[in-house]
């Protein structure tokens, strides 16, 4: 299993573009999430999903939408770029709820860069 | 609403020290409590977990204990290794399925 897989790991855009940051797990987990790191902050959830055509909001929503349309596939898009969501952006994973005794399984990371 | 607090870091240890990283949370309900550890570079990957007061996690020589009255969740580890250098998060789970974190606490040991 390659787990929980994000691409690409490192990104710089301009302020107003747009990008997708690609997040796919291999494990038949119903519930996918997106966290921004920030320093001193620790993992802020962006928006979360409990399965195929069910998402959420979480904490920091705002400048970010998300789909799911497959249960591998967990894409986060930036439709306009502001140097405020330069971060270090996390998907992750996991078989039951976070907030049962499922463990989440965590991508790489993808390092995004707003100028 | 919920939330979870860490001590501030970073940690300096020495190798063969004794480790303790203090947490503290505020919740409704009964919430499950974690670890997590990140390596330089990497994602995280869950240490331990606990999901009910007086419920020890353990996992390489880790330890957490779920304190309900003094809504605690301190790691400790009685012997750190350089190896053990990364940054720890604690982190509440609700019923609601979201997973709030600490703000993390870098730990360096020093040979």
Not at chain 2, 42 to 55: C, I, P, S, V
Not at chain 2, 101 to 110: D, E, I, N, R, S
């Amino acid at each position: 299993n390659a787990g929980v897989t994000q691409t690409p790991k490192f990104q710089v855009l301009k302020t107003g573009q747009s990008m997708t940051l690609q997040c796919a797990q291999d494990m038949n987990h119903e519930y996918m999430s997106w966290y921004r790191q920030d320093p001193g902050m620790g993992l802020r959830l962006i928006h979360y999903s409990v399965g195929a055509g069910i998402t959420d909001q979480g904490e920091v929503p705002n400048g970010y939408n998300v789909s799911r349309s497959t249960t591998e596939d967990f894409p986060l898009r930036l439709l306009s770029a502001a140097p405020s969501q330069t971060s270090v952006y996390f998907c992750a994973s996991s078989q039951g709820l976070a907030g049962a005794l499922s463990e989440q399984f965590f991508g790489p990371g993808t390092r995004l860069t707003v100028l | 609403g919920n939330s979870v607090t860490q001590m501030e870091g970073p940690v300096t240890l020495s190798e063969e020290a004794f480790l303790t990283i203090n947490c503290t949370y505020t919740a409704t309900g009964y919430p499950s409590l974690f670890w997590y550890v990140q390596y330089p570079g990497e994602g995280l990957q869950l240490l331990l977990k606990a999901t009910k007061a007086d419920d020890k996690g353990s996992n390489k020589g880790f330890e957490a204990t779920y304190r309900k009255e003094t809504t605690s969740f301190h790691l400790e580890k009685g012997s750190v290794q350089v190896s053990d250098s990364a940054v720890y998060f604690c982190a509440l789970g609700s019923g609601t399925g979201k997973l709030i974190f600490g703000q993390g606490t870098t730990l360096q040991v020093k040979p």
